[in-house]
């Protein structure tokens, strides 16, 4: 008989961030590996500046999702 050896599952680095905006307050949820700027959906200002890889957050990261 053969043994099953454990198969591991790799996992994804990147997350969804709900972030919070400096200016109004607005809690929305952005991907931390953006190549698009997101914006806030009631004033407009910058949440996430992309770079290379990772995104650069400019709002509060209020919770990390998933």
Same mark, same amino acid.
Not at 20 to 46: I, M, S, W, Y
């Given at each position: 008989?053969?043994?099953?050896?454990?198969?591991?599952?790799?996992?994804?680095?990147?997350?969804? =961030?709900?972030?919070?905006?400096?200016?109004? &307050?607005?809690?929305?949820? =952005?991907?931390?590996?953006?190549?698009?700027?997101?914006?806030?959906? =009631?004033? &407009?200002?910058?949440?996430?500046?992309?770079? &290379? &890889?990772?995104?650069?957050?400019?709002?509060?990261? =209020?919770?990390?999702?998933?």
């Amino acid at each position: 008989m053969v043994k099953k050896r454990k198969i591991l599952i790799p996992e994804p680095k990147s997350r969804f =961030v709900r972030v919070k905006c400096p200016n109004c &307050g607005n809690e929305q949820v =952005v991907f931390d590996h953006a190549t698009f700027p997101a914006r806030c959906l =009631v004033c &407009g200002t910058q949440l996430v500046q992309p770079t &290379g &890889g990772k995104a650069k957050i400019l709002g509060e990261i =209020v919770k990390i999702l998933g």
